[in-house]
């Protein structure tokens, strides 16, 4: 088994949460917000959130709000839950003032919704947050080459035969610079590949959808991302 952390997003039971810290995930994550990215049935309410939290025995509990619209308001669910850490839906950051609130309560920050394409420069994939003062971010989590659906094999295989796309060492590299998780096409026969591949990385995150509103993203379904995580295990 790895020893990389192992994030999963967007559980909706804590029958989920349980299965899931059993095959090693480190983090759990839960929706209190919907996700333009998704169209399903998993975002969970204030109370079932709490109950899910408190099934984790040892993986730690990230929560998953909307800071755009009502940035107040995320800050007092988020303050209400107590979790481990925050995960800003799209990647938003928060304004500096909820942002300190979150940390004098003890609460960490991931930023995720970030995307890699096969044609970005290494040093654009961060920028935006690179001006924020107290940013405060604990993780960051990228989906790379998502327009790709093997994007694990274009990286690997293609990727090499031009120079100025992204390769698999700007991913080393930014794990070097950066606490880094990645979501890529995880199946049960390249996971423990694409772990060994990237030792820099920080972990690697798994995105739970039954639908999404685009075609460009990395998801997968319940039983799909059991067999992922009990590949990993066995690994």
């Known amino acids: 088994m790895t020893n990389k952390v192992i994030k999963v997003d967007r559980v909706r039971s804590a029958a989920e949460a ?3 810290e059993e095959l090693g995930a480190s983090l759990v994550g839960v929706a209190l917000d919907p996700d333009p990215r998704f ?4 975002v969970v ?3 079932l959130a709490g109950e899910i939290g408190k099934s984790l025995s040892r ?3 990230v929560v998953e709000l909307d800071f755009r619209a009502e940035p107040i308001d995320a800050l007092r669910r988020a303050e209400a839950l107590r979790p481990d ?3 800003p839906i799209t990647g938003t950051v928060p304004p500096a003032d909820v942002r300190a609130a979150l940390s004098r309560a003890g609460i960490g920050m991931v930023y995720a919704g970030i995307e ?4 970005d420069d290494p040093s654009w994939v961060l920028s935006r947050y690179a001006d924020t003062p107290d940013l405060r971010a604990d993780l960051f989590q990228v989906d790379v080459l998502p327009e790709y ?3 694990w094999e274009f990286l690997r295989d293609e990727a090499p035969e031009f120079e100025d796309e992204f390769q698999v060492e700007d991913l080393n590299q930014l794990g070097r610079d950066h606490q880094l998780l990645a979501t890529f096409n995880f199946t049960p026969h390249n996971v423990a590949e694409i772990v060994a591949a990237l030792p820099a990385l920080r972990g690697f995150a798994l995105t739970l959808a039954d639908h999404a509103t685009r075609t460009d993203l990395h998801f997968l379904r319940d039983e799909a991302a059991l067999a992922v995580l009990q590949a990993l295990h066995r690994s």
């Not at 169209?39 to 998993?42: K, L, M, V």
């Not at 890699?116 to 044609?119: L, M, R, T, V």
Request: aromatic share 4%; net charge negative; glycine share 0%.
């Open 18 to 20: 349980v299965a899931v």
């Open 39 to 42: 169209a399903d049935e998993r």
């Open 45 to 47: 309410s204030l109370d």
């Open 59 to 61: 993986a730690k509990f």
């Open 85 to 87: 850490l925050v995960q």
């Open 116 to 119: 890699i394409a096969h044609d």
């Open 149 to 151: 659906r093997n994007s």
